[in-house]
């Protein structure tokens, strides 16, 4: 669970930070903040921004 949350964090920090993202890749993130890893291991998920 600490790992989940510190990942969420990292993804978070990068949204709110200067770094350059695509809105593809922003969209993606916000997209899927939050979501149970199980719902991430969904075939919809698999390759998210390519």
Avoid at 10 to 35: E, K, P
Wanted: negative net charge.
């Amino acid at each position: 669970m600490q790992q989940y949350y510190y990942a969420n964090q990292l993804l978070i920090d990068c949204l709110n930070s200067n770094c350059q993202l695509t809105d593809v890749v922003r969209q993606d993130i916000q997209a899927s903040l939050f979501l149970p890893i199980k719902e991430l291991s969904q075939p919809e998920w698999q390759g998210a921004g390519n």
